[in-house]
């Protein structure tokens, strides 16, 4: 294998497979800034040995047990350096953990997953709601500080400012990385459930990079729920965000072409689509609904898919009962970015004349003045006004603004498309 395949593979497993070494080793040594440093010398050993031992023929087991001998060693150096018991029956334990006696050593948890686990933990309340999501984000979602920055539509160094103070409070806090108990869960659920969501809108609609989706980032995030769902089956919250991710996962088939090119909503084949992934997320809409969670943020969201979901071709769509939804959803959760979907929903059932004046006032706000996809939902109501050399010069700012090459492509070709139209 060449250095540089052996780069690029190395790079595609350390964003598949660092947040679980993060989340292992901080439950071994309890502190989640360790466990970063000591996953980050996992990587530097993969990068030292593999050119020339060759690639394991299970390099995330490699990357996991050499994760674990690195922790059991700083667990053994920290018991020596403070000569303390207590210590080392911890490293006795967690040795047992890594030979997969886990049952034992933590027979008192609650959660059971490892990831999951971490993430209700970096999610502390010490930390404002923000800075618990960007915290956990970057050290479990595997999203880069860049990307989060965009997921908050601020600047990076202020994301990086962000993660940096949340991770010096917790260290001056002395915040002590334990599994919380079922009682002290609900504090921290409504960050949880935003990292969840977030991984997954990375992968569902990559940011950056050269493919449009990471389809292990919606399988890790709609696994996460699920574990979450059977853990607290009673709240509507995690039924409606569950909903909303299986519904939007369902259509995930039909996203691509074979080149990987984009593939949008109104052209995908809907006989590509997930009947039975559909059908889980209309369950679990349902309960959510029977819960009382209907009006909740993602339980609308839910809805708005369901009625993408149940439409048989795209000209069944029932736009004004989306524009409804998204009316509704404006008011529990305000944010320009739902109002920009009220929009797109409104173009698609009133027409762009209607639409248009909604997008103009977003513009003039400012708050989604580099958010790419105002242009292009703007360029797509000038396109179909038949007001070509706008929709043109639209198309290109969106693509100017795109961090994904697949929408950077997408958005030149459609401005191409408007010239040639102009001719």
Not at 84 to 93: H, K, M, P, V
Request: hydrophobic share 50%; charged share 25%; glycine share 6%.
């Amino acid at each position: 294998m060449t250095d540089a395949r052996l780069q690029r593979t190395l790079d595609a497993l350390w964003r598949m497979e660092s947040p679980k070494l993060v989340a292992r080793v901080a439950r071994m040594t309890g502190d989640v800034g360790v466990a970063e440093e000591l996953a980050q010398d996992v990587l530097l050993a993969a990068l030292e040995r593999w050119p020339a031992d060759g690639v394991p023929d299970n390099p995330a087991a490699w990357l996991m047990t050499t994760a674990k001998h690195r922790a059991i060693d700083h667990l053994r150096q920290r018991a020596l350096h403070a000569r303390r018991q207590d210590e080392y029956g911890i490293e006795l334990a967690l040795h047992g953990d890594a030979m997969g006696d886990e049952a034992q050593a933590f027979a008192d948890d609650d959660i059971g997953d490892d990831l999951l686990r971490l993430v209700f933990v970096s999610c502390h309340p010490v930390l404002p709601r923000e800075s618990r999501v960007a915290l956990t984000l970057r050290l479990l979602g595997g999203l880069t500080t860049a990307e989060i920055a965009r997921a908050f539509l601020q600047a990076e160094p202020t994301v990086a400012q962000r993660i940096v103070r949340a991770k010096r409070t917790l260290a001056e806090r002395d915040v002590a990385f334990e599994v919380p108990r079922r009682a002290e869960l609900a504090e921290r659920l409504d960050a949880v459930l935003e990292v969840i969501y977030l991984v997954f809108n990375e992968g569902y609609a990559a940011s950056a990079g050269d493919d449009w989706m990471r389809p292990a980032l919606c399988e890790e995030a709609l696994r996460l729920a699920r574990v979450l769902a059977g853990l607290m089956p009673d709240e509507s919250e995690v039924l409606g965000l569950l909903a909303l991710m299986e519904l939007q996962a369902s259509r995930a088939r039909a996203r691509t072409d074979a080149d990987g090119a984009p593939v949008l909503l109104l052209q995908q084949d809907r006989s590509r689509w997930d009947r039975l992934q559909i059908r889980r997320g209309l369950v679990a809409l349902r309960r959510a609904q029977a819960l009382g969670g209907g009006r909740e943020p993602y339980a609308l969201q839910a809805a708005i898919a369901a009625c993408h979901a149940i439409a048989a071709r795209a000209e069944d769509t029932d736009w004004s009962r989306i524009a409804a939804l998204y009316a509704v959803l404006c008011t529990v959760m305000p944010s320009p970015v739902i109002e920009l979907n009220r929009a797109v929903a409104v173009g698609m059932a009133e027409g762009p004349k209607a639409a248009l004046p909604l997008v103009d006032a977003l513009c003039e706000g400012g708050a989604l003045r580099d958010y790419g996809l105002l242009h292009a939902v703007r360029a797509d109501l000038l396109q179909r006004l038949g007001r070509l050399p706008e929709a043109g010069i639209e198309y290109q700012r969106a693509a100017a603004l795109a961090g994904n090459v697949r929408d950077r492509d997408l958005m030149r070709d459609k401005a191409r498309a408007c010239a040639i139209g102009d001719g």
